[in-house]
């Protein structure tokens, strides 16, 4: 018999990692609302766009691919710095705790100080007229924790997308809590949370 000790695994509640649970429920919701034909996906938590990939066809982009075969899901190498997609050309989009890391060398990507902002202005060029980009980040306290990830100003992230509207915004505490209809401001003092915004292309 092996020995496999599991010693952490009684507890009286089942754990979970509030950002991720809470976004991935409140990005299938979204999508599930709005029904659009196809949807695109930069990085995201690929747990999230495996369940996804079941009710709308998924593309899913990484400059570390993905290798599996799965029906409704489509995997293929891209770069967020440089997308290979048309200006103006995905209706549906979307990028979950992904762009705070860009630039930081975390993942095997070079050094960009400002890889977040050249990031943000990709996912913007790509969006069609009409189309939403639906994205979170860590908001709280503005600051770079290197080389995990960026922390962002709930508020100052709208102005990374000029060309874009803001159509609403959700967030998850310090403490785990979640928040479905809110604003920016709401999660300002806030040291660590994560904030979910929907922004569209009104023309």
């Not at 089942?14 to 991935?24: E, G």
Request: charged letters at 20%; one cysteine or more.
């Amino acid at each position: 018999m092996d020995s496999y000790p599991c010693l952490g695994d009684k507890t009286s509640q089942t754990s979970f990692d509030p950002h991720y649970f809470y976004q991935a429920a409140w990005l299938s919701r979204k999508l599930a609302s709005s029904k659009p034909h196809n949807h695109v996906d930069i990085g995201s938590d690929i747990k999230t766009i495996n369940v996804l990939s079941a009710f709308v066809p998924v593309e899913f982009l990484d400059f570390r691919p993905l290798n599996v075969n799965i029906s409704g899901l489509t995997c293929l190498g891209d770069d967020l710095l440089n997308l290979s997609r048309t200006s103006r050309s995905i209706s549906s989009l979307s990028c979950m705790h992904v762009i705070e890391h860009v630039g930081l060398g975390r993942y095997g990507d070079p050094i960009t100080p400002t890889g977040s902002l050249q990031a943000a202005k990709e996912l913007e060029r790509v969006i069609s007229p009409g189309g939403r980009l639906y994205i979170s980040v860590p908001v709280g306290e503005e600051k770079v924790c290197f080389n995990a990830h960026r922390i962002f100003d709930p508020v100052k992230f709208i102005d990374m997308f000029p060309e874009l509207d803001l159509e609403s915004f959700s967030f998850v505490d310090d403490l785990g809590n979640y928040f479905e209809k809110a604003e920016p401001l709401d999660a300002a003092d806030n040291s660590y949370a994560c904030g979910m915004y929907v922004f569209v292309r009104k023309s």
